[in-house]
T-cell receptor, first 115, second 112 residues
Framework: IAGITQAPTSQILAAGRRMTLRCTQD?????MYWYRQDLGLGLRLIHY???????GKGEVPDGYSVSRANTDDFPLTLASAVPSQTSVYFC??????????????FGEGSRLTVL | QQQVKQSPQSLIVQKGGISIINCAYE??????FPWYQQFPGKGPALLIA?????SEKKEGRFTISFNKSAKQFSLHIMDSQPGDSATYFC???????????FGKGTRLSVIA
């Protein structure tokens, strides 16, 4: 089934540790996004990539980095995790046309707890 | 500055009733307004969307009403069912590869 795969599904992490959340899509979408979802705050954009080789900062980029070496993969890295990064992280993608229409396809999410 | 303001934060509706969720935006350059539906443990999924050239769009029991002059849009769920219980997000974007901006979400509970 085509779609977005995120890994891990959930993770408990000690503060100060490095963590990479993986995201892979098989829809050949150009644009990909990372959002974090927190109760009462909705979905907030962390980083995005309009096409392979390019990235951009979203609303809450501090403490996170991304790379887009190819079309399919868009990993999110926390260099030194802090408790405020405890959240549910969603990867999403959209075809180039979809970027105009706005339709995003989301993964199932990665629940991260930083202690 | 919150670009898309959504209300209410939570909503309880009787089965068969009408659920109404409202959103307001500031940026007049926004030209695409989707609503996303999210069930527990799942990622959000597109429910319905509207562009500002129309004032209303209906798909089954779901209707978006759009008021360009007031910079507001709303989601109406007619004949609400327990299966509609979910979190709903409004969003907005502008043409040209700009990311969607989401509201904070409304948790809807439809009770029998």
């Amino acid at each position: 089934i085509a779609g977005i795969t995120q890994a891990p599904t959930s993770q408990i992490l000690a503060a100060g540790r490095r963590m990479t959340l993986r995201c892979t899509q098989d829809m050949r979408h150009n644009a990909m996004y990372w959002y974090r979802q927190d109760l009462g705050l909705g979905l907030r954009l962390i980083h995005y990539s309009n096409t392979a080789g390019t990235t951009g900062k979203g609303e809450v980029p501090d403490g996170y980095s991304v790379s887009r070496a190819n079309t399919d993969d868009f990993p999110l890295t926390l260099a030194s995790a802090v408790p405020s990064q405890t959240s549910v992280y969603f990867c999403a993608s959209t075809p180039e046309q979809g970027a105009i229409t706005g339709e995003l396809f989301f993964g199932e999410g990665s629940r991260l707890t930083v202690l | 500055q919150q670009q898309v303001k959504q209300s209410p934060q939570s909503l309880i509706v009787q089965k068969g009733g009408i659920s109404i969720i409202n959103c307001a935006y500031e940026n007049t350059a926004f030209d695409y307004f989707p609503w996303y539906q999210q069930f527990p443990g799942k990622g959000p999924a597109l429910l319905i969307a509207i562009r500002p050239d129309v004032s209303e769009k209906k798909e089954g029991r779901f209707t978006i009403s759009f008021n360009k002059s007031a910079k507001q849009f709303s989601l109406h769920i007619m004949d609400s069912q327990p299966g509609d219980s979910a979190t709903y997000f409004c969003a907005a974007s502008m043409t040209g590869n700009t990311p969607l901006v989401f509201g904070k979400g409304t948790r809807l509970s439809v009770i029998a």
